[in-house]
């Protein structure tokens, strides 16, 4: 069965350093991988994914994510975070093997200091 | 577009009451999922729907029951609130099994 592991329960920055979020995926074969925020008091919003091709990709908010097969991990990343980011972040993996439930992380969350 | 709604946004309910948590999507998605989120538990797995007519249990289905008569529509029915039953919760959709998927706002339920 697939599985998805966000190790940081929370994440401490400060406004403008970089961040990265780590998730770490077991899967078969290749996933298809989603990072999703969760600002407070509201639904999750897709911040970017990963079907194929290039494995850095692009996402809203200046976010972007690199996917490393060897590695099994498909991490976060910003160079500059805003007090705006301060959020839940949560990873998922797409389903497979018949199934039509994708897995979702615990999820990150996300503490930015002025 | 609308994206994913619910309703209501907010309900208290008393111990052995019934309610109907409503979600709507104008997306016309065949799949749709309800999630419970608790504190620091992430989001776990109630129902879900690939298409009118046709759900499935998830991770949690005790104590819940859902129809899908409708493309769009896919309420979720708590026949006797618990205690347990306190969370927030939240209704998707997606266009397929390798799509993302779409959120709604949520319903933040206490059961008393």
């Known amino acids: 069965a697939q599985s998805v592991t966000q190790p940081d329960i929370h994440i401490t920055v400060s406004e403008g350093a970089s961040l990265e979020l780590r998730c770490n995926y077991s899967y078969g074969a290749t996933p298809y991988l989603f990072w999703y925020v969760q600002s407070p008091g509201q639904g999750l919003q897709l911040l970017l994914k990963y079907f194929s091709g290039d494995t850095l990709v692009q996402g809203i908010k200046g976010f972007e994510a690199e996917f490393k097969r060897s590695q099994s991990s498909f991490n976060l990343r910003k160079p500059s975070v805003h007090w705006s980011d301060a959020a839940e972040y949560f990873c998922a993996v797409g389903a497979s093997g018949g199934s039509y439930i994708p897995t979702f992380g615990r999820g990150t969350s996300l503490i930015v200091h002025p | 577009n609308a994206g994913v709604t619910q309703t209501p946004k907010f309900r208290i309910l008393k111990i052995g009451q019934s309610m109907t948590l409503q979600c709507t999507q104008d997306?016309?998605?065949?799949?749709m999922y309800w999630y419970r989120q608790d504190p620091g538990m992430g989001l776990k797995l109630i129902y879900y729907s690939v298409g009118a007519g046709i759900t499935d249990k998830g991770e949690v289905p005790n104590g819940y029951n859902v129809s899908r008569s409708t493309t769009e529509d896919f309420p979720l029915r708590l026949e006797l609130a618990a205690p347990s039953q306190t969370s927030v919760y939240f209704c998707?959709?997606?266009?397929?099994?390798?799509?993302?998927?779409?959120f709604g706002p949520g319903t933040r339920l206490t059961v008393l």
């Open positions: 998707a959709s997606s266009a397929g099994v390798y799509n993302e998927q779409f």
């Open positions: 997306m016309n998605h065949n799949y």
